[in-house]
């Protein structure tokens, strides 16, 4: 009897346990690297597989929903998401480069070369520096929009590091795929504000412009998410700078092509920013990739995509958890500095 009142509270003690261990309200914390100072978050147990988030353009690591950050950690991964160089609570520990948008995205625009104060590559190398100071060694990377982009690097610099791979509504940054509209490319640009409650509306545009047309957006709750991120950070000058990085960037087409990391690809088939091909285009050039086209989702998390989403990444993430059979198969991808 007493043996079955032993199993009998361990058994129903385990949701309790798993949300203790997994507490998104962890405290953050920082790392210093060579050029900046990261802010960052780990949930989960030190000794369970790490998984790393890499957010998008202008994204703070609170821009990951906690239910999903929650739901990755329950299966038993120690999920770990930080703020890229230029936002949120990141600092630079040295004065960034100059920096003039307007005149790069002229330039863009021309088909002549962008100066980018840092590169793709030099983010990519943040997040392999964030975990050397973790003193992780092997991790998975979920990575999203611009996220999925640097993580796409840290596979090629690190790929006996890198246990698998997946990628979220980005893109190759191949020539010759689909172009968002102007009018979303000049929101996502509009980055200065005379005060708080312009910059809240600024983002609100934008966030509803991102969504689904399958969903209606509630004005209001825009409006908190948009005032949660101001009050946390607010960096204009930061976002320009990550997305001179973006459009510096060559195509990767070659570098996707050397790799050899377990990947999947996530795209949504109402993406406004990045149109569905580009998720099509990024899966043909990774060598046994899988693709998982969800429909209705558009570039950005929505609740009634969450479902769906995690549908797709779970059971990967979880058939991936302990594989490192494909290590042995890759050397370090060489990229050429472009800059």
């Known amino acids: 009897m007493r043996v079955f009142i ?3 509270a361990l058994l129903f ?9 997994c507490d998104v309200n962890v405290a953050t914390q920082r790392v210093d690297l060579d050029q900046v100072s990261l802010a960052y978050q780990s949930i989960g147990r030190a000794s369970d597989p ?8 202008g994204g703070q ?6 239910e999903v950050v929650a739901a990755l950690c329950e299966q038993g991964f120690r999920v770990i998401r930080y703020d890229n160089r230029d936002v949120g609570l990141s600092a630079w520990r040295q004065a960034p480069g100059s920096a003039n948008l307007a005149f790069e995205a002229l330039r863009y625009k021309l088909g002549l070369p962008v100066a980018a104060p840092y590169t793709l590559t030099d983010m990519a190398d943040d997040g392999l520096g964030l975990m050397d100071a973790l003193q992780v060694q ?31 509504m980005t893109s190759s940054g191949a020539e010759g795929l689909p172009a968002p509209s102007e009018t979303l490319v000049q929101l996502l640009s509009r980055r200065s504000a005379p005060n708080r409650e312009v910059a809240l509306e600024q983002q609100a545009d934008l966030l509803a412009a991102l969504g689904s047309p399958m969903v209606v957006d509630d004005r209001q709750a825009l409006l908190r998410q948009a005032a949660q991120a101001y009050d946390r950070a607010f960096n204009p000058e930061g976002v320009q700078r990550q997305i001179m990085a973006v459009m510096a960037e060559p195509s990767r087409v070659a570098l996707l092509n050397q790799l050899r990391v377990p990947t999947l690809v996530v795209h949504g088939t109402a993406d406004p920013l990045l149109p569905v091909m580009h998720g099509v285009h990024l899966a043909a050039h990774i060598r046994g990739s899988r693709l ?20 797709a990444v779970l059971p ?11 290590w042995a198969q890759i050397e370090p991808v060489q990229v050429p500095n472009v800059l």
């Open 6 to 8: 032993f199993l009998a």
């Open 13 to 21: 003690g385990l949701p309790s346990i798993a949300a203790s261990r």
């Open 50 to 57: 790490a998984l790393l988030l890499v957010m998008g353009l």
């Open 61 to 66: 690591l609170i821009h990951w929903p906690d």
């Open 138 to 168: 092997s991790f998975h990377v979920l990575g999203v929009s611009m996220g999925g982009m640097i993580a796409q690097h840290m596979a090629a610099m690190a790929p006996q590091r890198v246990e698998s791979l997946t990628l979220i």
């Open 292 to 311: 998982k086209l969800i429909p209705g989702l558009a570039h950005r998390f929505q609740d009634a995509f969450k479902e769906p989403l995690l549908g």
């Open 316 to 326: 990967y993430l979880q058939q991936h958890r302990e594989d490192t059979s494909h």
